[in-house]
């Protein structure tokens, strides 16, 4: 029996680059104009090969080349953290040490990119687990703050300026618990709502941080069992929660990720006042399904409920199941109903809208599209898609060949624009030069693809989420 790199050697292919084109849909197949070699897993873990393998080195670069011309009234840093483990190798993409991308826009110019890993303590030790701070999946900024994610364990704080790490955050010793990877602001108060859930009791905690940065409020949620919770939302009058049926199962851990499909259990979404307690929350019964992410959610005139989000049949439970659909759900209290239909066509995750409509009715939503034809428990992303909730259009950017998009953020080009008057930022790789680039969106039309893009001095890995902080 041959081993892969034995058996690539002697057909006279490159096993990087035949990886490289499964993980990217077939793309960059032109044998004239074949991408750079790229590492490969001799064990076929995806998440340590192509583009998502880890880098080694922090490095600096100064005086980007912008292709295009960026509007000189965009001005912040993108950063984007995302897994990269240290050693070298994970047991699942989720698992790797955090590492911060940043890149800083200004009057028209790139001014610098640097990457840094987030010294943790998990880092500092090289043992890296489970339970671990990795602070590797989302950003948030609030009370002059900015604080890296992980939602196994409480924040830590960043310098942005260099993006270099400050230390855990714990809000004077206030916060015992673990911290969701996606808090919400609320635009009108300035407070800021987080989750935390674990596998014991309690299995899911809500907390309040007031406008000034302070934690306000904690309420212990009793459910049944421990679930996996990684989103939730909010509305002017309520925190919805998801109670669904992705349960820890500790005897599991050993195959890295401790969770198990339990659709027997049911799912369900709550809604529990942001001023209540446990014994406020009114549970609305859905069909079983997970969900990740999801868009925003908010109050209708009628008193009603409305979630939106990216829906998913299963998760862990088969390989290659169908990627996110954008889904609605609208839940009545007065009646105790729940209502639930597909949003849009296609599929879509790793969702954003204008933050300054969180909790709000909003018109327009963006989101990655999926490739749905690989082995693989998560598919690559092929494509952004922008989806008009008022006409019910979608329109669809589809990257060019070897090109593939990370999480994609909407930032207004000033404070009285429209939901789209603005520019989309993602970071895409680019296969045929072997480096990433800052692709630039003009918001309202998406699909003519990023009429500006800043390359980076080098590929930087996929990753999970990213936030533009303002100049």
């Given at each position: 029996?041959?081993?892969?790199?034995?058996?690539?050697?002697l057909?006279?292919?490159?096993?990087?680059?035949l990886?490289?084109?499964?993980a990217?849909?077939?793309?960059?197949?032109?044998p004239t104009?074949?991408?750079?070699?790229?590492?490969?897993?001799p064990?076929?873990?995806?998440?340590?090969?192509?583009?998502?393998?880890?880098?080694?080195?922090?490095?600096e670069?100064?005086?980007?080349?912008?292709?295009?011309?960026?509007?000189?009234?965009?001005?912040?840093?993108?950063?984007?953290?995302?897994?990269?483990?240290?050693?070298?190798?994970?047991?699942?993409?989720?698992?790797?040490?955090?590492?911060?991308h940043?890149?800083?826009?200004?009057?028209?110019r790139?001014?610098?990119?640097?990457?840094?890993?987030?010294?943790?303590?998990?880092?500092?030790?090289?043992?890296?687990?489970?339970a671990?701070?990795?602070?590797?999946?989302?950003?948030?900024?609030?009370?002059?703050?900015?604080?890296?994610?992980?939602?196994?364990?409480?924040?830590?704080?960043?310098?942005?300026?260099?993006?270099?790490?400050?230390?855990?955050?714990?809000?004077?010793?206030?916060?015992?618990?673990?911290?969701?990877?996606?808090?919400?602001?609320?635009?009108?108060?300035?407070?800021?709502?987080?989750?935390g859930?674990?596998?014991?009791?309690p299995?899911?905690?809500y907390?309040?941080v007031?406008?000034?940065?302070?934690?306000?409020?904690?309420?212990?949620?009793?459910?049944?069992?421990?679930?996996?919770?990684?989103?939730?939302?909010?509305?002017?009058?309520?925190?919805?929660?998801f109670?669904?049926?992705?349960?820890?199962?500790?005897?599991?851990?050993?195959?890295?990720?401790?969770?198990?499909?339990?659709?027997?259990?049911?799912?369900?979404?709550?809604?529990?006042?942001?001023?209540?307690?446990?014994?406020?929350?009114?549970?609305?019964?859905?069909?079983?399904?997970?969900?990740?992410?999801?868009?925003n959610?908010?109050?209708?005139?009628?008193?009603?409920?409305v979630?939106?989000?990216?829906?998913?049949?299963?998760?862990?439970?088969?390989?290659?199941?169908?990627?996110?659909?954008p889904?609605?759900?609208?839940?009545?209290?007065?009646?105790?109903?729940?209502?639930?239909?597909?949003?849009?066509?296609?599929?879509?995750?790793?969702?954003h809208?204008?933050?300054?409509?969180?909790?709000?009715?909003?018109?327009?939503?963006?989101?990655?599209?999926?490739?749905?034809?690989?082995?693989?428990?998560?598919?690559?992303?092929?494509g952004?898609?922008?989806?008009?909730?008022?006409?019910?259009?979608?329109?669809?950017?589809?990257?060019?060949?070897?090109?593939?998009?990370d999480?994609?953020?909407?930032?207004?080009?000033?404070?009285?624009?429209?939901?789209?008057?603005?520019?989309?930022?993602?970071?895409?790789?680019?296969?045929?030069?072997?480096?990433?680039?800052?692709?630039?969106?003009?918001?309202?039309?998406?699909?003519?693809g990023?009429?500006a893009?800043?390359?980076m001095?080098?590929?930087?890995?996929?990753?999970f989420?990213?936030?533009?902080?303002?100049?």
């Amino acid at each position: 029996m041959l081993n892969r790199r034995e058996f690539f050697r002697l057909t006279g292919a490159s096993g990087a680059s035949l990886l490289f084109a499964h993980a990217f849909g077939g793309c960059a197949s032109d044998p004239t104009h074949m991408p750079p070699a790229l590492p490969e897993d001799p064990m076929g873990r995806w998440w340590l090969s192509g583009n998502y393998a880890p880098i080694e080195d922090e490095i600096e670069a100064f005086e980007l080349e912008v292709e295009g011309a960026l509007p000189p009234s965009l001005a912040g840093t993108l950063v984007r953290n995302g897994p990269n483990p240290a050693a070298g190798e994970s047991v699942h993409w989720l698992l790797g040490d955090g590492m911060l991308h940043g890149v800083r826009l200004e009057g028209g110019r790139a001014l610098w990119y640097r990457n840094r890993y987030i010294q943790t303590q998990a880092l500092r030790s090289g043992m890296p687990s489970l339970a671990s701070n990795l602070a590797n999946t989302a950003l948030k900024t609030h009370g002059g703050r900015l604080l890296a994610l992980y939602e196994a364990a409480p924040p830590t704080e960043i310098d942005p300026s260099d993006l270099s790490t400050i230390g855990e955050y714990d809000y004077a010793g206030l916060l015992r618990r673990p911290m969701t990877a996606h808090p919400k602001i609320d635009p009108a108060t300035g407070e800021m709502f987080f989750i935390g859930y674990a596998p014991f009791p309690p299995y899911v905690t809500y907390h309040v941080v007031d406008a000034s940065g302070a934690l306000a409020r904690t309420v212990e949620v009793e459910l049944p069992a421990g679930v996996m919770m990684h989103d939730f939302q909010v509305t002017e009058r309520y925190a919805v929660l998801f109670d669904l049926p992705l349960h820890f199962d500790l005897a599991r851990i050993a195959q890295g990720l401790p969770f198990r499909w339990a659709p027997e259990a049911g799912a369900r979404l709550g809604l529990l006042p942001r001023d209540g307690s446990s014994a406020t929350v009114q549970w609305f019964e859905i069909e079983p399904c997970f969900m990740f992410h999801a868009f925003n959610a908010f109050d209708t005139p009628s008193g009603r409920v409305v979630l939106e989000g990216c829906r998913l049949d299963s998760f862990f439970a088969e390989v290659n199941a169908p990627p996110a659909s954008p889904w609605r759900w609208e839940l009545d209290p007065e009646r105790g109903t729940a209502s639930e239909e597909r949003l849009a066509d296609g599929n879509a995750d790793f969702p954003h809208v204008d933050e300054r409509r969180v909790g709000r009715e909003h018109r327009i939503a963006y989101g990655l599209r999926f490739d749905d034809t690989t082995g693989r428990d998560i598919a690559p992303p092929n494509g952004i898609r922008k989806i008009d909730r008022r006409s019910g259009e979608t329109s669809l950017w589809t990257p060019g060949a070897g090109e593939q998009p990370d999480e994609a953020l909407f930032v207004p080009i000033d404070g009285d624009a429209a939901e789209d008057g603005g520019v989309l930022l993602s970071m895409i790789f680019d296969a045929n030069r072997g480096r990433s680039f800052l692709g630039v969106f003009d918001a309202t039309r998406v699909a003519d693809g990023p009429f500006a893009k800043v390359w980076m001095p080098r590929r930087v890995p996929f990753g999970f989420h990213g936030i533009w902080l303002p100049a």
